[in-house]
């Protein structure tokens, strides 16, 4: 599963116990994060497509962190339980939405990339992938080559940019270096794709019994996280999108059958995301 650590350095998800180790600065953000969550019952209906909904789509799998995110659909599958109440199907015209896409993100879009059904979009994603990597220049394997954020942008042109990246990065002490960092990947895609469409997803939120286990993957911490995404995306002049319409409980937590690790999307589930993205 993901994990990235505060400053590049590995250990968000994958390594929830570094919060234990966090500096007074640390504490304080999360006495803050406690207040938002106090705050901020995080309901469903305080979440709306241009509002800061509890959207966790990278709280990468702790629990499981040497699972990729292909095994963990696989695993969920088996499961009989699955309780999609929407369509999960996409038409021909659904999926034509995401020709000359290109989907930058962490295991949950690798997720998406592989059962999802679209097939005529580019994805630059990894398990462990974070926002400082990403725009430190990290190779990834597209296709089987091994590329940068940078060699991709220059690769081809492309029509839309879908960045979904934010789950690893929830243990880092200063909110602000993320904001920052997600700036500058913004200004990267512009400058090499000056025509493309950029959409910023929220981070989709995590199960009930995720959350309450606590650590950095909770969602209080991703409605944070989403408030401040909300206002990167209007000052840069970017889409914000929301895509949990059909993935969250009435509480606003990520449905229970959704994910066998409380983070990750089952197949027909990832198929729901597209749909919302179309």
Known sequence: ADGAGRDGKSGGVENENEGAAQNADGQKMKDKNAAVSAEKNVTQTQLTETAAGVNMHDAENS???????????TDADKNTGTNVNADTSLTDEEYKVFEGALFIGDSRTEGLSLYSGI???????????????????????????KMSVYDILKSKEYTKVYISLGLNELGWVYIDKYINEYKTLIEAVRENQPEAVIYVQAL????????????TVNNAQIYWYNTNLVQMAADMGVTYINADAQLVEEDGTLLADAATDGVHLKSEYCRVWAKKLA
């Not at 629990?63 to 659909?73: L, M, N, P």
């Not at 939120?205 to 650590?215: C, M, Q, R, Y």
């Open 119 to 145: 097939k005529n979009a580019d994805f630059f994603c990894a398990k462990a992938l974070s926002i400082d990597k990403v725009v430190k220049g990290d190779q990834v394997s597209v296709g089987g080559v």
């Open 63 to 73: 629990d499981q962190s040497g699972e990729t995110a292909e095994k963990q659909s």
């Open 204 to 215: 989709l939120p995590v199960t009930k019994e995720k959350s309450d286990k606590g650590g």
